[in-house]
């Protein structure tokens, strides 16, 4: 699974919502989701969602 903004804006919105500076947070997990690492590891929803919330942590 990858992110794309489009994810972030409609599926994964409510995490956000406490976030001080969303854009930020939001422009750092797409640097870090927007691709898979390599061909034999795909990111989980869960990988994703657990990195998400210590990123979101940063701007609260």
Do not use: G
């Not at 699974?1 to 599926?11: A, G, H, P, S, V």
């Not at 001080?20 to 797409?30: I, R, T």
């Amino acid at each position: 699974m990858i992110m794309t903004r489009d994810n972030l804006d409609k599926d994964w919105w409510s995490m956000f919502l406490h976030c001080s500076n969303p854009e930020a947070a939001k422009a750092e997990v797409l640097a870090k989701f927007s691709a898979e690492t390599d061909d034999e590891h795909e990111w989980s929803e869960q990988d994703i969602y657990e990195q998400i919330r210590k990123i979101i942590r940063k701007y609260e």
